[in-house]
């Protein structure tokens, strides 16, 4: 049996414990989470120099590399979100990175802002011509905002000390109806358990004090209720953690693990380019009734009556 463990008001059973952090399931957020939880200067002093340029050195390079795939995945997320809207509207990306998705929205007629950390990519942003704010999004950002059709959140909020804070900054940004779109990891699938705890494989997709926060489908569609939103839409990308299962041990080899994520690319390329998409979006709906997909989305609709 697994202890529980307790910090401040968070309590919840350990499942894993790395680098001096203890994963919990936590009763308190209804989320796994680690902890202790890191503060907010030190996350910030992480994203403000570290992240895009010691540890992700090869970000920007990857992305223009893979730019034909993210465009073709950019694309589809913004027709779900036009589909729902009814319309293409005003769209707010919160952690744009290199503000590839801002782009895609800017062709497809939408009005466009990013808030970034990082001043790298940034930077990198203003050079692409789009208008993005190098900040933190925090109360004091939010307040400075108009209010959106579409707040977007990717690979962000698993990055965060508060998910709940920022849910609540998204709610002061957003119309009544607007959409939320939140892109997460999708964490402790079946496959990674079954990896873990069935085969001695290491917990390797917990990764604090970057990962602080381990989301599935059910826990972030919860936390959404919880805070004024009404789940409309989810889907997942491939299930990497197969090619673990097939023998393929990506985990210590960045050249393989990339082979292996070109080969995805190729799958949904060739489906999408073939006019294929919907049996695409089929394959992969039922990786996700399986619980199974390395990243999920989920779109939520701001509830009318809280206005
Ligand atoms: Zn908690």
Not at 59 to 81: F, G, K, P, V, Y
Not at 192 to 220: C, G
Request: overall charge negative.
């Amino acid at each position: 049996m697994s202890d529980k463990k307790n910090w401040n008001d968070h309590e919840g059973t350990v499942l894993h414990s790395v680098d001096g952090f203890d994963v919990i399931d936590c009763k308190l957020c209804g989320f796994k989470h680690i902890i202790p939880i890191p503060s907010e200067d030190e996350l910030r002093k992480i994203y403000k120099h570290d992240y895009h340029v010691k540890d992700k050195p090869l970000m920007l390079e990857h992305q223009l590399e893979d730019r034909e795939w993210l465009d073709s995945i950019n694309d589809a997320r913004l027709e779900t979100l036009e589909k729902i809207l009814g319309r293409a509207g005003s769209f707010l990306d919160i952690g744009s990175g290199n503000g590839f998705l801002l782009s895609q929205a800017k062709n497809r007629g939408w009005t466009v802002k990013g808030i970034e950390p990082s001043d790298k990519a940034a930077e990198y942003s203003y050079s692409q011509g789009l208008d993005v704010d190098c900040a933190v999004f925090d109360q004091e950002c939010a307040n400075r905002l108009e209010k959106f059709d579409v707040v977007h959140l990717g690979d962000v909020m698993e990055h965060v000390p508060s998910p709940s804070a920022i849910l609540n900054l998204c709610n002061h940004v957003l119309r009544s109806g607007g959409l939320i779109a939140i892109g997460v990891p999708n964490e402790y699938t079946p496959v990674q358990k079954i990896l873990n705890e069935d085969m001695d494989v290491r917990p390797w997709w917990i990764a604090p004090p970057h990962h602080l926060n381990y989301f599935d489908k059910e826990s972030l569609e919860g936390l959404l209720s919880r805070h004024g939103f009404t789940p409309c839409h989810s889907e997942v990308s491939f299930p990497m953690e197969l090619f673990l299962l097939m023998g393929k041990n990506y985990l210590d080899d960045p050249k393989l693990g990339r082979d292996f994520h070109a080969m995805r690319k190729q799958l949904e390329l060739n489906l999408t380019k073939s006019g294929n998409r919907a049996f695409l979006d089929k394959l992969y709906g039922c990786f996700a009734e399986a619980g199974i997909g390395r990243t999920m989305l989920v779109i939520a609709q701001k509830n009318f009556e809280q206005e």
